[in-house]
């Protein structure tokens, strides 16, 4: 009996060790190496694709002088991350997949101080990016919405080199609300900077999408008299989350001048914003 057990123990390690041998080689099956050339004879690119030709690993790129341009890196066929280099060899631009559908982008000064970096989505800017001087400290803020499908600037800040926010050249806000509201009417507060125009008379509003027993969302309106006491109202209708969205609507009107006649025009500006709020009784 002990013969027997001794062999079969055996057998099973046999069959074990191959079978992680058979797993092994698969996985570390090698890539096919694809070297390109330009007409001058000047090596074009450098490429990797797996059993299923899909590319891999990093993939390089060079001019036709020698001088590597790009390294694209994939996974199976996606590119996840890509490097442009400047002629001496640093980096000008970057992206790199940060989730399904957001890249992180970066571009870069001759020195390889960042020059302004942000978030894409199928090439479109979203969120804060920032822009900045050579020397490193902020420069611009920018803060991007896609609306409609395209790209929209929805704030812009500013900044001197001592880093302080020049404010006619600026258009910002800052919306005071809490996290937590209360059941029924409750109160926000609106900091609002533009880049003003002395020629045009400035109205300012806020129409928060206030929604009401029923499910019915009414466009609430409220003329905003004074910067820094700016309130509008957000109306919870029910307990939980509850997403607050709001427009701020800049209407200046001015006079528009010809040589036989003037006339008065509107010139709407606008600017959105949404938070999610926890409301209790």
């Known amino acids: 009996m002990k013969k027997i057990n001794i062999m079969t123990t055996g057998l099973i390690t046999k069959k074990v060790l191959l079978l992680l041998l058979f797993i092994t080689s698969c996985k570390d099956k090698p890539l096919e190496e694809l070297k390109n050339y330009y007409d001058n004879g000047s090596l074009k690119s450098v490429e990797y694709v797996n059993e299923k030709g899909n590319k891999e690993a990093e993939n390089k790129y060079y001019t036709e002088d020698g001088i590597l341009s790009y390294i694209t890196t994939f996974k199976n066929g996606n590119p996840i991350k890509t490097l442009h280099f400047y002629d001496n060899g640093k980096i000008r631009y970057s992206s790199e997949l940060k989730s399904k559908d957001t890249i992180e ?20 800017k979203v969120g804060w990016w920032t822009e900045y001087f050579s020397d490193g400290n902020v420069h611009k803020e920018y803060e991007y919405l896609i609306n409609d499908g395209k790209e ?5 800040k500013v ?4 880093g302080k926010i020049i404010e006619n050249q600026s258009s910002f806000f800052t919306v005071n609300l809490s996290d937590t509201l209360n059941l029924g009417k409750n109160e926000g507060n609106l900091i609002y900077c533009s880049i003003t125009n002395k020629n045009s008379e400035r109205h300012l509003y806020v129409i928060i999408d206030n929604e009401y027993e029923g499910g019915v969302i009414k466009k609430d309106t409220f003329f905003i008299k004074e910067n820094g006491k700016n309130r509008f109202g957000v109306y919870a209708y029910k307990l939980g989350i509850l997403k607050v969205k709001g427009m701020i609507l800049e209407r200046e009107l001015h006079e528009k001048k010809d040589e036989r006649y003037s006339e008065l025009e509107f ?6 914003f949404q938070k999610k709020i926890y409301v209790k009784k």
């Not at 970066?106 to 090439?123: E, P, T």
């Open 267 to 272: 010139i709407d500006h606008h600017k959105y």
């Open 159 to 162: 900044y001197d080199k001592n």
């Open 105 to 124: 982008a970066i571009s870069y000064f001759k020195s390889g101080k960042i020059k302004n970096k942000g978030n894409l989505i199928n090439d479109i």
């Open 152 to 156: 929209y600037q929805n704030q812009i």
